[in-house]
């Protein structure tokens, strides 16, 4: 199984970043994905989810990120993806993508089976 993320950089407050998550290795279409990220010296906290309905995939967001950041995903390229706008320096952090198996949301970090390396995302004031 891969987790494949890509996208970070450096930005300057105000601007927008869009995440990829790359997915291979399982049957994308059964799982949930997420999106989390950790900050120096600080835990790694829950950022996005999205479910993988068939009649329509559920969102959930963390409240520092809902109305800036957008979850989406493609099933027939396995990819998900978060796109970042209104960013600001405390968005700072390497942010992980992630699968659980299931159509159960989950913003704890435990109940992820698998983990993509990380992809840094600074932003500047």
């Known amino acids: 199984v891969q987790l494949q993320a890509s996208g970070g950089g450096l930005v300057q407050a105000g601007g927008s970043l869009r995440l990829s998550c790359a997915a291979s290795?399982?049957?994308?279409?059964?799982?949930?994905m997420g999106w989390f990220r950790q900050a120096p010296g600080k835990e790694r906290e829950f950022v996005a989810t999205?479910?993988?309905?068939?009649?329509?995939?559920?969102?959930y967001y963390a409240d520092s990120v809902k109305g800036r950041f957008t979850i989406s995903r493609d099933n027939a390229k396995n990819t998900v993806n978060l796109r970042m706008n209104s960013l600001n320096p405390e968005d700072t952090a390497v942010y992980y993508c992630?699968?659980?198996?299931?159509?159960?949301?989950?913003?704890?970090?435990?109940?992820?089976?698998?983990w993509g390396q990380g992809t840094l995302v600074t932003v500047s004031s």
């Open positions: 992630a699968a659980k198996y299931g159509t159960t949301t989950s913003f704890i970090t435990k109940t992820y089976t698998y």
């Open positions: 290795g399982i049957t994308f279409s059964a799982y949930t």
């Open positions: 999205i479910t993988p309905s068939p009649s329509g995939a559920n969102t």
